[in-house]
């Protein structure tokens, strides 16, 4: 059983192109970072942000994802058609954990812990001092609008029909 | 460092299927907290180093791409799904945790704050656990055997010896 209390939260998400998409009841109260080098190699990045959900809980709503096992207890889950990095499955537990970043409202999903700090960045506490550059729309407002007007992401909500209509072929 | 005193770095995807190797400085070495990003890692944010033009070389294969809008690449390996790529009309960059050395790429700067998590800045008050003390919830961990490339070329990937996968 796991340790964490359920969250009454209901949401989707997916990975970047839409060709994967899931859909959770309910949700672990478990909101992470992991350090560890086996989680930032698998998402290329300076941790995982995840967040786990009871497996019965859990539904595949469009597509299928891919999975690598990334040791002999792990599966790595992520989109075959664009790579985003969707989920960290221990196959022998009763939760899912999902990459924040992949669901539709990452933001009511704030961390609570950071684990696997043996591998942290020695410079990850100096992050929130960088120089805070700009808004995407400042450094070039062409830029922006091309990116916007032709961007081939899913949104951030179910669809009935992905790609939509019209849109070029892919 | 090379001959002529560039520094390089190397790197790869989670599988070992991937691999990179750069020579000559890195640029524009960032987060960026735009909603494409976050959703093409996963994550709160994606971090990037900019290749230097003409330095970058894949020595094992070569990542699949999904064109993310009209002027962008994204390269991910097709074999484990670990990012590796932002590809733009002007240069290559790379993802921050496929480098082998990360800790050598530290981020200067942070692009794409309008879609930056309210979250983010009070990670660091956090409180934190090394992967050990999670035993007792996952036992798996004393016993792992991991199938992730190690941080440094390998002449011959996967391992003679390994189990089939």
Redesign the interface.
């Known amino acids: 059983m796991s ?1 964490f209390a359920v969250l009454p939260i209901e949401m989707s998400g997916g ?3 839409g060709a994967v998409r899931y859909h959770a009841t309910r949700f672990t109260d478990n909101a992470h ?1 992991c350090h ?3 989680c ?10 995840l967040v786990g959900a009871p497996k019965d809980a859990v539904t595949w709503t469009r597509g299928t994802p ?1 999975r ?6 792990v599966d ?11 989920f960290y499955d ?1 196959l ?2 009763d939760r899912i954990s999902f ?4 669901l539709d409202e ?2 009511r999903f ?19 001092a ?8 400042f ?1 070039s407002e062409d ?1 922006a609008a ?2 916007k007007a ?5 949104p ?1 909500h179910d669809t009935d029909v992905w790609p939509a209509a019209g849109e070029a072929s ?1 | 460092m090379s001959l002529d005193n560039k520094p390089i770095y190397t790197g790869g995807c989670q599988c070992g299927a991937v691999r990179f190797r750069v020579e000559g400085a890195l640029t524009n070495v960032s987060v960026c907290h735009c909603r494409m990003c976050q959703k093409a890692f996963g994550n709160f944010y994606a971090s990037l180093a900019t290749a230097p033009g003409g330095g970058l070389v894949w020595t094992r294969g070569e990542p699949k791409r999904f064109r993310s809008s009209n002027h962008v690449l994204r390269g991910f390996c097709a074999e484990c799904g670990t990012p590796l790529t932002f590809e733009a009309p002007d240069g290559v960059a790379l993802a921050i945790g496929a480098f082998d050395h990360p800790e050598e790429v530290a981020p200067v700067i942070q692009w794409g704050i309008e879609a930056k998590l309210p979250y983010v800045d009070g990670i660091p008050s956090l409180p934190g656990e090394p992967t050990e003390a999670d035993m007792t919830s996952a036992p798996y961990l004393s016993d792992l055997v991991s199938y992730q490339h190690p941080d440094y070329d390998t002449e011959v990937w996967p391992p003679k010896r390994e189990e089939t996968r």
């Open positions: 340790r990975c970047q192109c970072l560890c080098r086996m930032q190699k698998a998402v290329g990045n300076l941790f995982a942000a891919a690598f096992r990334s040791s002999a207890h790595r889950g992520y989109c075959r058609d664009c790579g985003t990095p969707l221990n022998e537990g990459t924040i970043g992949s990452p933001v704030k961390p609570r812990t950071h684990e696997g700090i043996e591998g942290r960045m020695p410079w990850f506490f100096e992050l929130d960088i120089n805070e550059g700009h808004a995407t729309e450094e830029w091309a990116i032709s961007s081939r992401q899913h951030d892919r």
